[in-house]
């Protein structure tokens, strides 16, 4: 199986940037996509992006195109999401996710590992 766990997040004020790192151990060469997804409160969880961990083609919600960029270190068995221009609806805890097979779906039945959260709150 595959362990997730992320890291990076925290507060910060419209318009600013965060990071967000997810590290992955185990079997790791099992997946082949990794994503993020998010879940503020009441609301059901999202999916934010998408990459293939093979060839780094990636997916973003309209959401946040533009706006946020996921990359992947394979070296170092990380996944990460750039964000900026943040704004008070991308509040949410953060959810790393890998999948065994996929296209690069942003649904979350489209993956088998997650990870635990981290939160990100952004104030105006």
């Known amino acids: 199986q595959v362990q997730l766990v992320e890291s990076g997040g925290g507060s910060a004020q419209a318009g600013g940037s965060l990071r967000l790192s997810c590290t992955a151990s185990?079997?790791?060469?099992?997946?082949?996509?990794m994503a993020w997804f998010r879940q503020g409160p009441g609301k059901e969880r999202e999916g934010v992006a998408t990459?293939?961990?093979?060839?780094?083609?990636?997916r973003y919600d309209d959401s946040v195109k533009g706006r946020f960029t996921i990359s992947r270190d394979n070296a170092k068995n990380t996944v990460y999401l750039q964000m900026s221009s943040l704004k008070s609806e991308d509040t949410a805890m953060y959810y790393c996710?890998?999948?065994?097979?996929?296209?690069?779906?942003?649904?979350?039945?489209?993956?088998?590992?997650w990870g635990q959260g981290t939160q990100v709150t952004v104030s105006t």
């Open positions: 185990g079997n790791t060469w099992r997946y082949n996509s």
């Open positions: 990459v293939y961990v093979n060839s780094g083609s990636a």
């Open positions: 996710a890998a999948g065994l097979v996929g296209d690069g779906s942003l649904s979350k039945i489209a993956y088998n590992y």
